[in-house]
């Protein structure tokens, strides 16, 4: 059987495919879009996924070999992502609270409703020299830092106060403060260098002295 199309048929099909024709297109142009992203090293990055504008059913995150996948009909979710910076509250959006070097790459967000399937990938490159971890001083290190220099400082004033009580120990227990001090006025009038002038006289007196006494055993006196 032959059937045969007029001029208003063919016209009317040829008007359905073109419509789909663009719809189709419109879809593929939607399918797939690519987005750069530049970040510095510790900022905080989220990557949302649109899904304002469907009736999602299923909605799918990945990153290399790790995934987040949400079924939205059965509420029910499957993930391996295991780094604690990456937090998922809502199937749409992706958190990163501290990005780092390690987190740089390709994420992809796939949504699925009931007209086809959507992709969003964002490039995400990260900034900023890599932390030296080698430098970083943990806080077990600082605590014994501490504990080094305050037993020093301990140990110094010990030392300190042992050297004052042997040199406090080391004098008279019973030694009487007046008479010690007489003692010391004593040793002090001893120790006095008597003037040039006292001694030439003391010296004159002692030699006048044995003269006369040798005069008085000549003379008999």
């Given at each position: 059987m032959v059937i045969m199309f007029n001029r208003d048929q063919a016209a009317l099909l040829?008007?359905?495919?073109?419509?789909?024709?663009?719809?189709?297109?419109?879809?593929?142009?939607?399918?797939?879009e690519h987005r750069n992203m530049l970040v510095s090293r510790g900022d905080p990055v989220i990557l949302i996924c649109n899904i304002s504008k469907t009736n999602a059913t299923q909605i799918i995150w990945t990153k290399g070999?790790?995934?987040?996948a949400h079924l939205v009909s059965d509420n029910k979710t499957v993930s391996n992502f295991t780094s604690h910076k990456i937090d998922i509250n809502l199937p749409s959006k992706l958190n990163i609270s501290n990005v780092q070097h390690d987190d740089a790459g390709?994420?992809?967000?796939?949504?699925?409703?009931?007209?086809?399937?959507?992709?969003?990938?964002?490039?995400?490159?990260?900034?900023?020299?890599?932390q030296d971890t080698s430098k970083e001083i943990s806080p077990l290190r600082s605590f014994l830092y501490i504990l080094t220099a305050v037993t020093g400082l301990l140990l110094c004033v010990f030392t300190s106060a042992v050297c004052l009580h042997r040199k406090l120990?080391?004098?008279?227990?019973?030694?009487?403060?007046?008479?010690?001090?007489?003692?010391?006025?004593?040793?002090?009038?001893?120790?006095?260098?008597?003037?040039?002038?006292?001694?030439?006289?003391?010296a004159n007196y002692k030699h006048?002295?044995?003269?006369?006494?040798?005069l008085n055993s000549i003379y008999g006196l």
């Amino acid at each position: 059987m032959v059937i045969m199309f007029n001029r208003d048929q063919a016209a009317l099909l040829s008007i359905q495919l073109y419509v789909m024709g663009q719809v189709f297109a419109e879809i593929l142009s939607q399918t797939d879009e690519h987005r750069n992203m530049l970040v510095s090293r510790g900022d905080p990055v989220i990557l949302i996924c649109n899904i304002s504008k469907t009736n999602a059913t299923q909605i799918i995150w990945t990153k290399g070999r790790s995934f987040f996948a949400h079924l939205v009909s059965d509420n029910k979710t499957v993930s391996n992502f295991t780094s604690h910076k990456i937090d998922i509250n809502l199937p749409s959006k992706l958190n990163i609270s501290n990005v780092q070097h390690d987190d740089a790459g390709l994420y992809k967000c796939d949504i699925t409703d009931r007209q086809g399937r959507w992709t969003i990938k964002w490039n995400l490159t990260v900034s900023g020299e890599p932390q030296d971890t080698s430098k970083e001083i943990s806080p077990l290190r600082s605590f014994l830092y501490i504990l080094t220099a305050v037993t020093g400082l301990l140990l110094c004033v010990f030392t300190s106060a042992v050297c004052l009580h042997r040199k406090l120990g080391a004098r008279t227990p019973n030694q009487n403060p007046v008479q010690e001090q007489f003692d010391l006025q004593s040793e002090g009038e001893v120790g006095v260098p008597q003037p040039q002038g006292v001694t030439d006289s003391r010296a004159n007196y002692k030699h006048g002295s044995q003269y006369t006494e040798r005069l008085n055993s000549i003379y008999g006196l």
